[in-house]
């Protein structure tokens, strides 16, 4: 599954006004949440994975030892950054915490103008929570349209399955919808009785005719034939005349 990123949330209109003082090697780090807090020890309420936002007024009573601690105990309990907002309470990172953030390659990030926090952590928690669509699987569709166009898709659908398309008109049928399916679910045998409505003992029995007429079934390079000789028997069939 893929995580959102301090990159990500940097990529979103929301956070468009905000820089990055140090730390921009730390931006492919996963963000579990983002968090708003004035506490100087916001760290006991960390479990790893946050953004905090602070407005820097833990800041304002802090020596610089205790803002090196400060930013030493967030890293500690599991943040992977720290915004700050540069206007009200402190115009400037502080030296001594901007010190800190370099040396512990924390990410520091700063916001110049006013922002709403509110925002920033919908948009955040939008885009963590958003669900994950799962990459396409590849397409063989290039490959058997070039064989279409070559003239030889016909010969190819032959050679792979020829002894199926030799069949009457029922047997050939149902052979070929066993390994289509068979094929889609990488020869999960229950999942293809499911789907087809059949009992795994049917399956088991076609699958043992398709391996006497078509060869070893298990052999990815055979898999891959048989792949495109389906698709392209079946754009054949759908274009051709009634």
């Known amino acids: 599954m893929m995580q959102t990123t301090l990159h990500d949330l940097l990529a979103l209109p929301a956070f468009a006004e905000i820089e990055v003082a140090c730390g921009r090697a730390q931006l492919g780090q996963p963000v579990t949440w983002v968090h708003i807090s004035e506490l100087p020890d916001a760290a006991r309420f960390l479990t790893g994975g946050e953004l905090l936002l602070s407005t820097g007024l833990p800041l304002l009573t802090m020596t610089e030892s205790a803002q090196e601690t400060y930013l030493h105990s967030l890293a500690q309990g599991g943040a992977v950054g720290l915004l700050l907002e540069l206007v009200r309470n402190v115009q400037e990172v502080p030296p001594a915490l901007l010190a800190a953030a370099r040396q512990l390659d924390c990410p520091l990030l700063v916001a110049r103008r006013e922002v ?6 919908k948009a955040a928690h939008a885009r963590i929570l958003a669900p994950v669509t799962a990459p396409a699987e590849p397409s063989l569709e290039p490959l058997w349209l070039a064989l279409a166009e070559t003239g030889r898709g016909a010969d190819f659908v ?21 390994l289509d399916t068979l094929l889609t679910v990488n020869f999960n045998v229950a999942e293809a009785a499911r789907r087809l409505g059949v009992r795994r003992q049917t ?3 076609r699958m043992e005719q398709l391996r006497v007429m078509l060869g070893e079934l298990e052999d990815a390079r055979r898999q891959l034939g048989l792949r495109l000789a389906l698709e392209l028997l079946r754009t054949t ?6």
Do not use: K
């Open 237 to 242: 069939e759908t274009s051709a005349p009634p």
């Open 158 to 178: 032959t050679a792979h399955l020829g002894p199926l398309l030799s069949l009457p008109l029922r047997p050939r049928a149902t052979l070929l919808s066993t």
């Open 203 to 205: 399956v088991y029995y």
């Open 116 to 121: 709403s926090f509110e925002q920033l952590t």
